[in-house]
């Protein structure tokens, strides 16, 4: 699987929307890029997926580059129940059945 | 749906005790994944099921671990000989097969071992 890239930390206002972003340079042309979250002491919570195209769900949205090696999660309008860490993934579907967690990108929505 | 559910969330243990910790999977799943996370750091893949077969294992599950899912449906993962050294939030995932492959994930269980 592709090694990702995330800032350790961010910081976003309540109510704006926070943009975090991942590296992905060497994604292969079958891998996709997966976001999951994770609340303090809570199990990790699906975002949403993607393999080339942007996509938009009831939680937030994925932007991937036209090259695919970067990707943005955006989640539109934050509130303080949105922070978390948040890990970007990248893995081939169905066939690689683990998936590879970095430390990710802590979030803190401050009011 | 209801989701991954998994018992107990919190298990204390002294050192050299065996602990047994269960994941019940969403009900049309048929893969089940255990990891397991420490302190400040992601989630690490533990081994897979696929229906009641264990298809892959990490290196990081030594043979104190073992791992089974007897009749496809719930898993259960046991630890003998505890040491500190495992003590860890241990999380169960269920996935369906196919292209989705979307793993879902249990509110895991937290290991204290004294």
């Known amino acids: 699987d592709a090694k990702t890239t995330q800032p350790p930390s961010m910081d976003c206002a309540e109510g704006r929307a926070a943009n975090l972003p991942c590296n992905h340079s060497t994604i292969s042309g079958n891998e996709y890029v997966y976001w999951y979250r994770q609340i303090h002491s809570q199990g990790p919570q699906y975002i949403i997926h993607?393999?080339?195209n942007n996509e938009t769900n009831e939680m937030a949205s994925l932007i991937i580059t036209e090259d695919r090696k970067s990707s943005t999660l955006i989640l539109p309008h934050a509130t303080l129940r949105d922070t978390a860490v948040y890990y970007c993934i990248v893995r081939v579907v169905p066939h690689n059945n683990d998936m590879r967690f970095g430390a990710g990108t802590r979030l803190t929505v401050k009011p | 749906d209801t989701g991954v559910s998994q018992d107990p969330r919190h298990k204390i243990t002294k050192r050299g005790q065996n602990v047994t910790f269960r994941c019940d999977p969403i009900s049309e799943h048929n893969r089940l994944y255990w990891y397991r996370q420490t302190l400040g750091q992601g989630p690490e893949f533990l081994t897979y099921?696929?229906?009641?077969?264990?298809?892959?294992k990490s290196r990081l599950l030594s043979d104190r671990f073992s791992a089974e899912r007897p009749k496809g449906s719930f898993s259960t993962l046991e630890i003998q000989r505890t040491e500190q050294g495992d003590s860890a939030m241990y999380l169960c995932a269920s996935s369906r097969q196919g292209l989705s492959g979307t793993q879902y994930f249990g509110p895991g269980t937290r290991l204290t071992v004294l």
């Open positions: 099921f696929q229906n009641e077969a264990q298809l892959e």
């Open positions: 993607g393999l080339k």
